[in-house]
């Protein structure tokens, strides 16, 4: 059975949904490394070198849920509610190197759109800022539509994200 590479639209909404998911686990650590701080923000003025740390540990969190997820099923949880599933060109489950290669690359694309989005929000720029922002994402996303079915950071990590069948899921 030919695998059908999974649309922009599926893709785009698990995506978000898994960053709701990252966002609420984030707050969580946040909110606990908070105690030590007493309320104060984690930031290098106020807690030094540790602040280094906080940061590790966020991508540290960000990297474990993306990669556990893809080498181990396939499917993070906003993959499996769309019904799509990451996977090699030889349809096996990606490894590691291929997991964190994948997320690297993909990670530039949805920090413009996200700073894009922010500045824009805080009125620290015009739309120009959502537009440049949203440039990197878009050229992915014309990749996704327009070339082989993938998007750039699937192309460069070697992976692609396929539709399954849901009644066929865990």
């Not at 309320?39 to 030094?48: F, K, L, M, N, Y």
């Not at 620290?124 to 959502?130: E, I, K, N, P």
């Amino acid at each position: 059975m030919v695998a059908r590479v999974a649309g922009a639209f599926r893709r785009l909404a698990a995506a978000a949904y898994d960053a709701l998911l990252v966002l609420a686990v984030l707050f969580v650590v946040t909110g606990l490394l908070m105690v030590a701080t007493h309320g104060e923000a984690i930031t290098r003025a106020r807690v030094g070198a540790w602040a280094y740390l906080y940061q590790a540990l966020v991508a540290l969190v960000v990297a474990g849920y993306f990669g556990v997820a893809w080498t181990a099923r396939g499917q993070t949880l906003g993959m499996k509610a769309w019904s799509i599933r990451l996977e090699t060109a030889a349809g096996a489950l990606p490894n590691w190197r291929r997991a964190l290669l994948r997320l690297a690359c993909a990670a530039p694309f949805y920090l413009c759109l996200v700073g894009g989005l922010l500045l824009y929000m805080a009125r620290l720029a015009s739309v120009l800022a959502l537009i440049a922002g949203a440039l990197p994402l878009g050229a992915s996303l014309a990749a996704l539509w327009l070339g082989s079915g993938g998007a750039l950071h699937d192309r460069w990590s070697g992976t692609r994200v396929v539709r399954i069948d849901p009644s066929a899921r865990a």
